[in-house]
């Protein structure tokens, strides 16, 4: 085999996608049915912020772009929109491992809760920036508090997963 196929197989912008793949499966099949308070769980959203809470600003917005692209494709809105929100996402968390030097386990799972209500109120915001009207509602607040909640307690599970996934290998 070639170094250069071993070099792109073991990068971790291939393992994103592989492990983003797995996780979209979740957010598009069995987190679709589940709803708690009447609201879907946002697992791509997680990632992305997890990914900057861990690696920094830079990391988590080409993820969440990756992330958001890849969800792109099974969303009905304009493509490129989850993209740019889930990369906004990713450099929200991303700003965390500035404020704070040495974080703990909870410092990072309450860092991801705050960049995941973020995200969750941009994405009706940029939707209707581009003229899917209606999205704005005082129900985003609602929405986000719930998503922050449940990715505060899913990021001490999703967060060994992304220092996983997004380390970086020296193979070559």
Excluded: H
């Amino acid at each position: 085999m070639s170094i250069r196929f071993i070099r792109f197989i073991s990068s971790r912008w291939t393992r994103l996608v592989l492990v983003a793949s797995v996780l979209m499966g979740f957010q598009t099949t069995l987190l679709n049915d589940m709803r708690p308070f009447g609201v879907m769980a946002q697992v791509m959203v997680l990632f992305a912020a997890c990914a900057g809470v861990i690696y920094g600003a830079e990391i988590g917005v080409v993820a969440g772009l990756i992330i958001g692209l890849m969800y792109d494709c099974v969303l009905t809105t304009p493509l490129g929109l989850a993209s740019l929100v889930l990369g906004a996402t990713g450099f929200i968390a991303g700003a965390f491992p500035y404020f704070v030097r040495e974080s703990s386990w909870w410092n990072k799972a309450i860092a991801v809760a705050v960049a995941s209500a973020v995200g969750e109120i941009l994405f009706p915001v940029a939707q209707a920036l581009v003229g899917l009207g209606g999205w704005v509602q005082w129900r985003i607040f609602v929405v986000a508090a719930v998503v922050a909640l449940i990715n505060m307690v899913l990021a001490p599970l999703l967060l060994p997963i992304v220092r996983w996934t997004l380390k970086e290998t020296l193979i070559g």
